[in-house]
Structure formats: structure tokens, C-alpha cells
């Protein structure tokens, strides 16, 4: 055999696997010592043996096997993990063991088996023994069958489940071999010792003579049950009780465990469901209608017969139902009557729980039916009442047994007495509750005194059932009516009843006792379990925490049977006016009394306050009320004219009321008297007291009823208001428990009717109150009412919307009448439902009408007609009927099965028009829609698997609108619901689970029929569908809140292994997010008082577990704290977290070396999931959080899987808490942080989004900071889902991705994310493609070619695609992004771009044509588009149209564009190397961040002549020479450093920012050197403002910043504007635009609040003061005055601050003070045009309905202002508005010049020229616009285009100041370009011919743009700009972009295309401004680095705002002398 030292030394699991059997041998033996030892069944080296276990027992050695079934028993006995090997190591057993020669082996294998299900694996060992039984060895099934004898005799039959067992037994009796069949008999007893009978049905089809050997062992077995001898792990307590019992051999619990196995098994439950809808005849139908009685019998014989069958197969048994009760209910013949209600008892009973849908419809019939005196009908028709009550619940009966309760026909009202007897004695008190028992008592106490006396005794049978079963405590109050000799008659009868079952009634014990000395309400009832727990819980809860809110002292069980004499009081006679003076003689001083009716009123106050001493002083007990207020009513009584005596008495009234034992006698004594004072104003505040004093002693809803019927008797309108105030105060006070609506309804109706103002006024204030407690139901009571009425109900209904109602203050004082104080309980019982049902009393107020009489045949028949149009029409008459009644009573006929039958309509149209009718249906019912639930409801969820989404969207709706009426109960019970779920149709499926899983959470209690949805539930989850797969997994932790944990395993361990372990997984994770169940309101917190029951009813219906959340601190605790565990008591949740806040102080994540190099590993091997998905399924979740659990803290992990969103943000709170300083740590985790992350991008909350975004800032920047780089293992699993975000609709959300993918490059290379924007640019968003494209793009501009990844040209011929596609933006990005290629690689991009559509071509030829640089250098330039839009703005308009920057979307992303570029550049720079950036560049840049000090820092300029230099420009006049190069370079150099500092002053650093504007300041500080900032100052104050709102969103809100350098940089930023303000020349060159943006800017800082709370804040608010007065004074005023102008019209805007808008107004007052001095320097054209465009957006109207008239007083303090400065002149000064007859301007200011008498002289005043000439300009308008209409259509015509642009360039030229706007607005793109175009062409030829003539060029090409300059100063310059566009045309020049160095003061020299069209002055756009300006910023870093460069493509401008070369000149010199003593 070999040397045994091979495997000696082995360790011992590697020996229980050896080959070589002894090795095995002795390894189990060591295995099984080892076992034994082991003492922590969860220690890890169990582990070890898992896989090993079922070797051991099917070992091929005998011997080996026997040793290896010990140790395997011992492992089990053992191990905590063992129960995974339960169903491989039993499957080895079954094959391997039981088939052993060997007893001891089958001994084992036995011992092995049941130790399983000892460690609760009963399910598995049961399925792999029955599995046993179809083996073919007998051996096997024999030993198979003993050990499930055994394991029946041992652990009883609740464990192990007998209806698989017994199926299969009739089975093995057939067996050939004998020893099966004897071991199949002992198996049979030992069933039958444990369900008796219940076995005899299925074993009826074995042999007779087995059989008959059955019967005898049977009857020798002992009749006392067999007790559970060995116990699960989990019932220990049970065992010690066992062992106990034993020990002293005592049986105690017989007679309970007795009970308890007899109800174990139901014979139905074992028998096997018989399918006999198909088998019924085919003639049926016809037969039972046929005339004679002898086929209608035949046909019901065959039915008989079918039916005869125990267990019935489901199935539609509607036909069949209703042909049994047309037979019933209408057949003459009794002896078929008979028959057919046999065949309906047999239905019911072989279908139970599913023939709960048609007992609605048979009830009524049947008991219709009882009128039938002969016994043996009556005998049928009771079994088939009964057995079809089995199947359904007393209350969806109620309405039918209460409607025949009235029948005149004496039987009916016996028979139905005698049914609710019988049914009672099937109830408990749960099922019986008072609300439902309530209406029984109330009917059946009519018939206790009807005449006939069989109904008398069948009415005190069943109230004395109903005793016997709810107790008499519960019934008592419903009895107090009734005399004592038929009292005791009901007790007599309660002794008498036998109860179902033989069991004792839950308050059987209380009869005996009497009444008044009932127990406290905590002892009620002494047994109880289950269900009737709640009442008595909630009771002692409440009287334990004090008064309740109800103000019961107790429950009000015990306190009503207490208070039995005190009640009687209530009901007190009237007594007479003798009595009541003799009674209050007794109390009250003689005094008193005789002064009462005194003719004094001094001497009528004395008496009382006498009266009142006496009342306070008087003792309970002894006070005579009705007496007392008997004596305040005597004369003069309520006509009392005094006001003092009258407030007095009233005051006693109240205290009577509080203090005395007031009835209602005694309050109706006083009532009419105080309701007459209740609207005196002196006396009306004491009558509202007395009335709320007599509320609270007899009941508001009593009171209530009282006093609004008195008022409204009476015609005093004060009264009828006040009364209605008092009670809609009152309703707030007492609640809204018990008052009877319909009571008030036509009152309150007759107040809105009213004339008197006050009246309708109240009444809506009480329909506001009422609002609050009965929710939309009120509405539908006043919907009659006139439209304006109407609004003002619904107004005020608005106003309520969302609120609560408050807790009720007051409460009854006593018990109240008994009926009252069970009106609150029952409200409690009923609003304790959850799901909606806690409406009813609410709903139950409204009038309701039956329909059931309009419901008729031909209409049913319509509704099923085979025509879809009479279909259609039975519909309509439906529905007609339906709103016609408004609200119904459940009674309607046969039309649930008519509307059944169209829900499964071919028609969809019809199907949704059902649904529609449905909806109506639930609002017209209410709650008595319960009844319908099976027949109509089910249905409805059917439809949810319909294929049109629309008719699963309605189906959808009308569940929930049915849902909400009945609750959720009446659903859940059956097999109904778990049907559907079984129907393998994807789309129900899925449905019906989102809507489970939505409802579960909300309810208390389900019942337990939701069990059977479970298995669907499993099946479900495996569907191929992925939706059904997300449903299921989603509904799972709500069915688990409900069914338990256990439960729900043990019914995974029916499905197949494979399955069932994956569902087991997802057990376990459901688990973990398993919701809370709410808590019952009673228990957590004493209840919401009476308002809550009504509450339910509001249209919001909350779930239960919201109701009670606010009422006391505790409920919330267990709210919070019961997250994951399930009914955890409050105190354990409190601490739970205390210990959790302990855990949280340690470190959140934990470093493992090398954990993140491992997680790489798995992944590449595959062993992990590749972290790729769509949307993200459960696996991935759960392998993520594995992979966190070793290295997340434990409660963080918790935090970040739970299913409350809050949770995350908390969770991501404290990550970013963390991250700096658990930095190391994050980013050893940070593949598992980014996965989390990807998987909170597919959550749609954005409130979790934002702060996901805010923390991946954070941590990239952190990332970069430490030089970390991603690696493609981390990228790969975040980027994708990152780019998912960039499509987000809220921008917000895409700035904050954009701002991500910027920092992405830092810390991952650019080439590495070009890849993953690609597959971006394939998405399906328009939005994410456009982003892509745009992010694309900007990676080119910033890192050139070599980011094209694989290949430039394959990149680029995806990118050209989506030049075509269908989305503007999409197109536009991009074009924008072949552009930045195009001006990187230049005409090369044609080759890489591949053939594209000529329309495609066109588009981007266009663009690059308008957009692109014409020469290409370094590779990072930004993209042309944003220069290009200073030129040619996309709107031509846009100048003029000044809008806020917000306005348009284009400009904005223009600028996020150059943000993005700028942020890239900064990326690049950064970075040590890069392959794509030529080393020189670097170097330069470089030096210049390492010396930050000096002002410029210039290359090395010697080499310049500077005599060439100043050569071309010396002659003035127009020579044409060559410019040198070199000029360009030089001016560049200075330009671009100014530049760089400037950049660096809107750098996000504060450092660097403060660093750059110290450089500025020291410029601007020196006036010598001051000027170099001239053409930068727009540029300048643009990074100003940026700064200024980066410091405003982002640097105040970030707490870790110090506020100190905060304020350090304010004060650079304020300090450096004001010396730039200090410089009028610098000042006024800023534009309108920059202007707007920097006022925002500093005013918002003005009011920023949180500047003011900063040490020294105050100081920088004064500053900035002082600074804004500095800019209005300084400034151009023209731009100033736009600029406040345009700021006024956008602060104007509801959202915006006032004081903004103030302060603005300020500064325009501050500028119009300054007006006599600047008018004659200001473009008052301009200035009008921007009040013109003020007055269009804010009219005179408009500004009216402002709060303040502030702004409409400033602007005609303006107009007036420059009125009165420029006279009628003003009016000369309209130019640049169009349609100027239409302007409310030129209209104001007629009016204003006419006032100041101006416009009378102005005829004879204005005689010259100019005047005339512009009068008839005016006149000859009409001609204008004749000419221009005619020179555009020959444009548009192919022959004489040529002609007619001619045409249009010479009127141009003659009259330019002409708009040819409107006729362009309406032209295509296309059109408008080529208009353009042929100008140009036509100005360039003239330009040609021109050139000697050079005083013709001027005026076509020298427009003058500055505005102080005139034209013989501007001609040297035009001259200077002649040399520039020749040196264009000779491709010297590149045309596309302005000169860097140049001056911002004029827009451009050459006028861009618009100018040509439209020649009104330009101002340019804040917007325009800011991306031309950033475009520079970033080029100049460029420019800076090149000192020498040959092909500069960067022409410059000379100065041209000076007056003439000559300054040029001289300026040039002068930089040039500073420039070399500088470098020397």
C-alpha cells in the first residue's frame, strides 16, 4: 500500500482528501477529535472543511465511510456554517449511505438527517428524502421513508411540512416491495397521530384492505396528541420547557397544545385541486335557461356532480356564478332552487378564499331568497350562506346583511339574524371589531322588540353570540337602551353559545363579573394573543402617559362600564320651574334669588355676583346645573339689556358647565340665549367661552349641531358669522372626532348663500378648518356652487394645503354620552388600518344614493355587446349615471362582472374607458368599494400586463385611486394577488411588483395570504426580463419587513440549488435594506388625538408611519434608529447609536498594503466582475461592498449602502471632512471611493449628486497636490459613468462635471480620456454629445494632435459626423471642434476629416472661413470662435439689445469654453514635460512663474532698428510702405506680459491672484508707467470680476479658507480699482459691458452679509463705497448711465434682491446730479435708445405694480433732467430707435417738452438747415422703405442680384446712418451671409480703383467709431488702416483676429460685416468682451514665451484713440528709450 509517511504528516483536511483510504481513515478520525474540540461554532476553521463534508459521507470505503459519517455528524452538531453543506451532504447520504448493508452506516446517515433539521434545515433534508423516494433501489426508499417517520415523531409536524409527505404516500402503498409498503403504513400512522382525519381524504384511493389495516392501527392509537420530543436550535426555550414538564410530570399546557396541533393541518390543504370549469357541459348555458324544470335539473345535476369535488382549481367562475344565482334568485322551482344553492356551497367551499370575489353578488340574492318557508330550501340556502361566508370577511358582507335587516318579510330578518349569529361564532375580537359590530347591534336591537317572536329569539341569539365572542364589556354600551329582562335574556343566550372549534372567547371570562367592578383596562381581556393585542396595548400605553390627547382618563372601556350612573345623568328630564327654584333655594342665598328679576340692574349685577361667588364655591357633587341656569334664564332673562349683567351671567353659564355635571337638558336651557350674545360685540367674546364650556362638557359635535341650527333659525347676520368663527375655532380645539357633517352642510351652504359679506366669509374660514381634518371629500359637497364661489372655497382650501391639523387642546370633560366615546375608539380602530384606510368616517358623511335600480339588464347587456360601439355606448350611460349620483352606496348591480368583461376588451380605447369609469367609480364609493375589491379590483391589476404602455399608465392610476379608498387589506388576502404575480407576463409582473414595493412599506400588519406571493416572488427574480429581475429585487426587502427573514428563507429552500443561491444572496442583501415596519400611533405616542383617524381621509392619505412621527420625540427615535432592525423597542435604538457615534471617532478607511494591487490582480484574472455595466445590478453592489468591508469603517459602509439617500450626503459629508486628512488612506481606497461614486451617478436625487460632484473636486485636487496619477484600472471604472453626467439636463450639475474633467487631466493624461469623450460622442443625450464634442475640442486646443487617440484621422472622422447631426448644439460643437483642429493643423484637417456631405462641407467651410486663424503656431491656441464673436456677433443686434449675460446660452458656454481652455492651459504648464509642447515654450514660462516681482519682464530688443520702425509712419501723407515685422514683436512683447499678470489676477489661487495685482497696482501707482495699461483696461477689469465672483460663490463658502486673506485680497482688488478710477483717461476706456459686470460686482459685494461679520469687514464695505462713487464719476458717462440703466431693468425681476435694485437707483440719481456738467459729453442718442429699450421691457405699467415707485420716479427725473437741459432739442436725438412712433419715449418726452412750453417756439426757434433736412428725412420715411423693399427683391432674383447689391452699397453709402435690420431679420442664415459678402466684394473692387482718391475712401471705410474725435483728426489714422487691409490682401496680415497690443477704446478699424449693415455705434457685450479678452490672456502666455519668431502671426495696431500719428509716434519712442534702459 505504500509508506504511510507520505501522508502522516499531512495536515488534516489534505488526509481526508488523500487517495490512499487509511490516510482518510485517519484523517477523519483526527477530523472528528478535532470537531469535538473546537468551542466557537463560528471559528474559522470550519471553514476548512465546507467543500470536504460530503466526501466524508459518501467515502467509497466501507470503513472509511463509517468513521467519515461520525465526523460529518460532529461537524454538523458543531459548525455555524454547516447548514450550507445541508443539501449536498443529505443527497449523499440518500444515494451512498441509506443503500449500505451496514445498520450502523443507515444509523448515521439517519442521525445525520435529522441533526440537519435540527440546525433548521428541515425544507432541504424533507425535498432530498422525498427525492429518495423515486430511486429505484428499495433499500434507499424504505430507509428514506423511516427517517421521515422519525423525524415527524421527533420534531412534530409544524416542522416538518406534511402535504409533500402525503401527496406521495398513496404512491408507496402501490409499491411492489413489501418492505416499502410496510414502512409506508408506519409512516401513515404516525401522520395520522399528528392531523387525525385530516389525512383520511387522500388516502381514500388506496386498496381497501390497506386501507382497512389502517383504520385498525388508527383506532388503537391513544386520542392525546403527540408532543415535539426534539427541538430546533432556535426553539431552546420550548426544549427547557419540555424538559421541565417532564421533570415534574406535569401537563399544564395539554388543553393549548391540544388546540394548537389540531389547527395545524387543514385536510383542504393536503388534497390535490380538481380543474372543472372545462369539464362543464357545453350546453350548460343553454340548458339552464330552457323552459322545462327537467333540463334545467339536468344541467344543474351536472353541475352538482362536478362540484362535489373537496379542492377546487382556480379559474373565472363568474359565468357559472351568476347562472346559480339567475336560479336562486328567480326559479320558480324550489326543488332547483335547492340545487343550485347545493352547487353554490360547494363552489365556496372547493374554492374558499378565491370565492371571495362572487360573494358579493350571491349574499344579497340568498338572503332575498330566506323568504322561502320550506325547510329543505332554507336548509340549502343556510350551507350555501355559510360556506360562501368562509370565504370572505363579515364586513364586506355588512351592507348586504343590513340592508335586509328592514325586510318587512318576517323569515328574512330571522334567517339573516340567525347567519350573523353563526358568523359571530367564526370571528375573535380582532375580526369583529367595534366598528363593524356597531351597525349589527344597532339593527339587531330593532328586532329584539319586533313582533314576531322567531325573530326576537334570533336577534338576542346572535347579540348573545357577539358577547360571548367580543365579551360583554365590548357589547354592553350598544345595549344600554334596552330593559333588563331582555338583557339577561342576551346574557342567557351568550351562555349557551358554543364556539367555533370549541375555544374559549377572547373576554369569555369577563361575563361573570360585574359590570361595575371591571377590571382596569390593562387587565382586559386576561388570555389574548395575537391581533386583540393592539387594543388592549394602545389602551394601557395611553393611560400611561398621562391624559390623553382625547382627555380619557383611561381607556374608555373601563372608564364607560365606571361611569354607569354618571351616564344615566345625561339623559336627565326636563325639570319644572318649581323644582329647579326649590333646588337652587338649596345652593344659592335668598338674596340672590330675589334680586334677580330686580327692575335695578345695579341691584341685577349684586345678585350675580353673588351667584357666581356661590357657583365657585359650590361642590360638584351638590351643584343643581339644570337648576342653576334655569334661574339665570328667568326674567328678563336672555332679553337682559344691561351688558355687565349679561356678562356675567353668561360668565356663570360657562363655569356651570366646567365645574357641574352639565346634560344636554341643562346646555339646551341656555344654548338659544347665547347664541342671541354670541355676535354682541360688548357680550359676544363670554358667549363663545359659555359655548365652549358646554362643548367640552357635552360633546362639540352635539354642541356644535345645536348652536349652528339656532343661529341660522335667527335672521341676525352678526350671529350667524360669529357662530360660525366660534366653531371653526372650536373644531381646532376639540378636533374633528365625531361631528356629524351632514349636520352643517346645508347651514354652511345657506351661509355662502348669504348677502351679508361677513357670513360667506366665515363659512369659507370653516370650510378652511374643516378642510384640514376631511381632505378633498369636502370639495365634492359644494361643487353645485357658482364658479366664483367656487374659487374662493378652493383659494382657501390652497391656503390649507400641506398643513397639519393642530392637536386638539380640549377635550370631553366626562365620558360623554356612550355613543360619543365610542365614536373616538372606533375612529382609532379604524384609522389604525395603515394604506388609506383610516378615511372612512369621513367618507361615511356623505349622502349617498343607490344606483343599484339604474344598473339595469339592458344596460349590462349593452356594456357586453359584440358591436364595440354599443360597448362604448353602455359606457357612457355608466358613467352618466355614476357623476349624475355623485356618491353611491356599494349596491350596483351586475355591473362589477359587466365592466369586468371590458377591462379584458379587444378594444384598447374601451379598455382605458373602463379604467376611466373604474377611477369615478372609487371616488363615488368611497370605502364601500371594499366589496368589489376581488370582482372588480383583481381585474384591474390584470390590465397592468397590457403591451400599451398608455393602458398600463391608467390601470396604474386607477389601482392607486382604488388603493386609496379601500386600503391595502382587502388586496393582500387571498390567493388573488399571488395569481397574477404567477402569469409570466413581463410588463405585470413588473408593475404589480413597483406597486408592492411602494405599498408594503406603509403598512402595519398584511395578512398572511402574502405568503403565497413569495415563490412568484423567487421566480421573478430570475425572469429574463431585467425589469422584472429590478422589481423583484427591489419589492424584496418589503416583503421581508412583513414575512420575516425566516420565513422567507425557508421558502427559498423549495427552489432548484442553483437558484436558490443566488436568492438566498439577495436575501441577505435585502436584508441589510430591509425598511422598518411604522409603528402603530397609539403605541409610539399616545396618538394625534381625534384629528388623526379624520386626517387619513385628506387627498395626501399619508401612510401610517408618517401620522405619528411629530408628536413626541421618542416615535422619532425609533424611527431613526430602526433603520435595518426590525421592531426594535425605542430605548435599544438610542443606544445603538450612542455606541455608533463611539465607533465613528476612529479613521474611515483603513490602509492595506497592496489591497488596491490585489483588486487589480482579481480583476485581470477575472476572478471579480469587470466593473462595466449600464445601469449597475445587485451583483456589482454586492462585490463592491465586500471589497469595502476590509477597508471601510463598518459604519461608514452602512452609511453608504442604506437606502436612504440622506445617509449618502451625510456619509459623503464626512468623507470630505476626511479627506485631507486620511489623504494616504483615500487614495489606497480610491478605486473602491470612484466605483461608489459610479454608482450614485445612476441616482436621479440631485441633492446626493451635488454633493458627489463637490467631493470628487475636492479629491481630484487633492489627488494633483500629491502627485498621484490614476491608473487605467481606476479610470476605467469612473470616467465612463463621468461622462455619463456631462448630458445632464441641469446646468449646474454639467459646470461642475466640465470642472472635473479639467481636473481629470492633471492627474490622468489627456491622450487616456480623448478615448472615453468618444464614446461619449455616441450617446444618445444631445446634450452629453454636444459636451463631448466640446470637451474634444478643448483637449486639442490644449494638448494638440497627439491626443487623438488611436489615430488624429480616425478621431476626426467621428468627430465630422456629427457635423450632420439633428441637434443644433450638436452641429455647432462640433464644427467648433474641426475648427480648433483646423487652426492646429491647418488645411490638413480636410484630408483627416474623410469625405463628407456636401451640406456638411459647406457648413464647415463657413465656419472655419468666420472662425479659424488664418496661420498656425503652437498647438495649444484657443479656439478662433471666441474672437470671432467680437466681430461678427451672431446677433447682429446684440449691441443694442442689451440683455443680462444670462439671456444667452451661446455666449455662456463660449465663455465656460475659454474658462476650459484656460484651465487646460494652466494643466499643461503645470506638468513637467509633455510630448506636445516644444521645450522653449516651457522654459519661458517657467522663469516667468519663479519671478512673479517684475512689471515686464521683456526678450532681448537690441537687434531692432528703430529708425525702420518710425520710417512708415513719419510722411503723413498716404504713401504706401512696408511695415516692418518686427513692429509687431515689439509692441507684443510689452502687451503680452500686462497680459500674463493680468491673467493671473482672476487665478482661483488667492496668492497668486494677490501677487498679480500688487505688480498692477505698483503700474498704476506710477503715472509715467500708468499708461502701459491703456487697451488693457477692459481685460484688467474683467479679471477683476471674475475674481470678485470667485470670491463671492466659492472662496467665502469654503470654511477652511482663512477670512483674513480674503480680505487681504478685497482690499488689493478695491485698492487697485481706485487708482485705476483715479485716472480719468484709463477709466473712461472702459467699456459699457465691463462696466455692467463690475457694478454687479461690487454692489453684490456691497450687500454680501457674510462680508460684514468678518473682523474688518465694515472697512471693505466703506471702501467698496467709496470705490462705486470713484466709477460713476470717473467712468464715460454715456457707458456709465447704459450701464446703471440696463442694471435697473435686470434688478427689477421678483427674484432679485430690493436692495440691489436700490442701490443702483442711487447711483443713477448720483448721475443725473452730474448731468449739467457731462451733457455735452455724453452720446445722448445712445442714452435714449437704452431708456427706449428700458421702457419696452418695463413699461409704465409694469413699474406701477412694483412695491415702491422709486424706479418709475427715476426715470422720469432722468428724462425730465435731460428735458430740461436740451429743450426740444432732445427730440433730434431719437436716431437709433426703430419705429419710433411706436416708442413710449419720444411720447414722454413730447409731453414733457410741451410742459416746459419748449415746443410752441420750436417752429420759429429751429430755422436752419440741419432742421429741415431731418423733417424731411421723417416725411420721405415711406420712401425709404419703398426703395429698400425694391433693391431687396432684385437681390433675391438670380439675373439682377449683381444690380441690386450695387445698389444697396451706394444707398448705404449715401445715407448711413440707414437700418436695414428689418429687412434682414426674416432671411435665412444663407441669405444674410451672401448679402455681406457681396458688399465686401463691392467695397474691396471701389477700394482697387480708389486709391489716388483717397478723400473718397474715407467715408466708406473710415467710420469713425471714437466718439470724441473729429474727422480731420481720424484721417492720418484711416490712412495707417489703408496700409493694413493692403498688407491683408497680400497675406501679411492675418484678418481673422484683432491685435493683441491694440486698443480696446474702438471696437475694430475695419468695421466687421454688421457695421456694414447697420452702422448705429457698437457697444460690446460684457460677454463679448470677457471671451475676446480671456482668448488674449491665453494667447499672450504664448506670445510671451516666443523672443524671436519669424512667422509672428499675431499683427498689431498702433494706437489710434490719439489725435494724431505724431502722439503715436512720439509714445512708441518714449516705451522704446524705457524699454532698453530696462534691459541694460
Known sequence: MGDDSEWIKLPIDQKCEHKVWKARLNGYEEALKLFQKIGDEKSPEWGKYLGLIKKFVTDSNAVAQLKGLEAALAFIENAHVAGKTAGEVVSGVVTKVFNQPKARAKELGTDICLMYIEIEKAEVVQDELLKGLDNKNPKIVVSCIETLRKALSEFGSKIITLKPIVKILSKQFESREKAVRDESKLLAVEIYKWIRDALRPPLQNINSVQLKELEEEWVKLPSSPPKQTRFLRSQQDLKAKFEQQQAHAGDQSDGEDEEETVAAVDPYELLEAVEILSKIPKDFYDKIEAKKWQERKEALEAIEALTKNPKLENGDYGDLVRALKKVVGKDANVMLVTVAAKCLAALASGLRKKFGTYAGQVVPTVLEKFKEKKPQVVQALQEAIDAIFLTTTLQNLSEDILAVMDNKNPSIKQQASLF????????????????????????????????????????????????????????????????????????????????????????????????????????????????????????????????????????????????????????????????????????????????????????RLASMEEFLRAVETMDKAEMPCQALVRMLAKKPGWKETNFQVMQMKLQIVALVAQRGQFSKTSASVVLDGLVDKVGDIKCGGKAKEGLTAIGEACSLPWTAEQVVSLAFAQKNPKNQAETLNWLANAMKEFGFAGINVKGFISNVKTALGATNPAIRTSAITLLGVMYLYMGAPLRMFFEDEKPALLSQIDAEFEKMQGQSPPAPIRSIKKSGTVEEGDEGEEQEEDGGGGGGGGGQDIMDLLPRTDIGDKITSDLVSKIGDKNWKIRKEGLDEAAAIISEAKFITANIGDLPMALKGRLGDSNKILVQQALTLLQQ????????????????????????????????????????????????????????????????????????LGWLAEKLPTLRAVPGDLMLCVPHLYACLEDRNGDVRKKAQDALPTFMMHLGYDKMEKAAGKLKAASKDQVLAMLEKARAVMPAKPAAPAKSGGGKGSAEPSRAASASRQPA????????????????????????????????????????????????????????????????????FTTPRDEYLEQLKTQMSTCFAKWLQDELFHFDFQRHVKAIGVMIERLESESDATIGCLDLILKWFTLRFFDTNTTVLMKVLEYLKLLFAMLNRENYHLTEYEANSFVPYLILKVGEPKDVVRKDVRAILAMLCKVYPASKVFPFLMDGTKSKNSKQRAECLEELGCLIEGYGMNVCQPTPAKSLKEIAVHIGDRDTSVRNAALNTVVAVYNVCGDQVYKLIGNLSEKDMSMLEERIKRSAKKTVAAPAKPSATERSQKEHPTNPNATFLRKPLQDDPNKLKLMYRTYRIQARQNAQHSESSHPSIPKEFQLDLDMIEMDQNRVCELPDLVQHKLDELLEPIMIPEPKMRAISPHFDDLHNSTASTINFVISQVASGDINNSIQALAQIDEVLRQEDKAEVMSGHIDQFLIATFMQLRLIYSTHMADDRLDKRDILKLYSCIIGNMLSLFAMESLAREASMGVLKDLMHGLITLMLDARVEDIEDGQQVIRSVNLLVTRVLEKSDQTNMISTLLVLLQDSLVPTAPTMFSELIMKCLWRMIRFLPETIDSINLDRILLDVHNFMKVCPKEKLKQLKGDVPHRTLKTLLHTLCKLKGAEILDHLSMIENRNESELEAHLRRVVKHSGNLSGLKSDRGNEKTGLRTEDRMSKAKVSDLLSEIFKKIGSKENAKEGLTELYEYKQKYSDADLKPYLKNTSQFFQSYVERGLRMIESEREGKARTQTSAVIPQHGVDFSLSSSNEEVKPAVYYERLKILRQRQGLENTSRQGVGGSEDEPQQRPPISSLLSSKPSVASSTDMLQSKLSQLKESRELYQQEHNAHSHSPTRTHTRSASPAANLDDLKKRLERIKSKRQ
Open 420 to 603: 350573523l349569529a353563526r358568523s359571530f361564532r367564526h370571528c375573535t375580537q380582532a375580526t369583529l371589531p367595534k366598528s363593524v359590530l356597531k351597525p349589527f347591534c344597532a339593527a339587531l336591537i330593532k328586532q329584539v322588540n319586533d313582533s314576531a317572536p322567531e325573530v326576537r329569539d334570533a336577534a338576542f341569539e346572535a347579540l348573545g353570540t357577539a358577547m360571548k365572542v367580543v365579551g360583554e364589556k365590548a357589547v354592553n354600551p350598544f345595549l344600554s337602551d334596552l330593559d333588563k329582562l331582555k338583557l339577561d335574556k342576551i346574557k342567557e343566550s351568550a351562555d349557551k353559545v358554543e364556539l367555533a372549534g370549541g375555544k374559549k372567547a377572547a373576554g369569555g371570562g369577563l361575563e361573570k363579573k360585574p359590570a361595575a367592578k371591571a377590571p382596569p383596562a390593562a387587565e382586559v381581556p386576561p388570555k389574548s394573543s395575537g391581533p386583540p393585542r393592539k387594543t388592549q396595548t394602545g389602551a394601557a400605553s395611553k393611560s400611561s402617559a398621562g391624559p390623553s390627547k382625547k382627555g380619557k382618563p383611561t381607556c374608555a372601556v373601563a372608564g364607560k362600564t365606571k361611569k354607569t350612573p354618571e351616564s344615566r345623568e345625561f339623559t336627565e328630564t326636563e325639570l319644572s320651574v318649581e323644582v329647579c327654584e326649590e333646588r337652587a333655594a338649596g345652593v344659592l342665598p335668598a338674596s340672590c334669588l330675589q334680586l334677580l328679576d330686580s327692575a335695578n340692574w345695579k341691584e
Open 921 to 992: 367609480l372609487s371616488t363615488a364609493m368611497g370605502p364601500g368599494l371594499k366589496q368589489h375589491v376581488k370582482a372588480l379590483g383583481i381585474p384591474i391589476v390584470t390590465v397592468l400586463g397590457d403591451s400599451k404602455p398608455n393602458v398600463r399608465a391608467a390601470a396604474m392610476t386607477t389601482l392607486q385611486a382604488w388603493v386609496e379608498q379601500t386600503g391595502m387589506k382587502e388586496w393582500l388576502e387571498g390567493e388573488d394577488l399571488s395569481e397574477e404575480l404567477k402569469k409570466e407576463n413581463p410588463f405585470l409582473r413588473q408593475e404589480l
Open 1105 to 1172: 408611519s408618517e401620522d405619528f412621527v411629530d408628536n413626541k420625540p421618542e416615535a422619532k427615535k425609533v424611527r431613526g434608529g430602526v433603520a435595518g432592525k426590525k421592531g426594535a423597542a425605542g430605548k435599544k435604538p438610542a443606544a445603538k447609536s450612542q455606541k455608533d457615534d463611539e465607533d465613528r471617532s476612529g479613521p474611515i478607511f483603513i490602509l492595506i498594503a497592496n489591497a488596491k494591487e490585489q483588486r487589480i490582480k482579481e480583476e485581470k484574472q477575472l476572478k471579480i466582475l469587470k466593473w462595466n
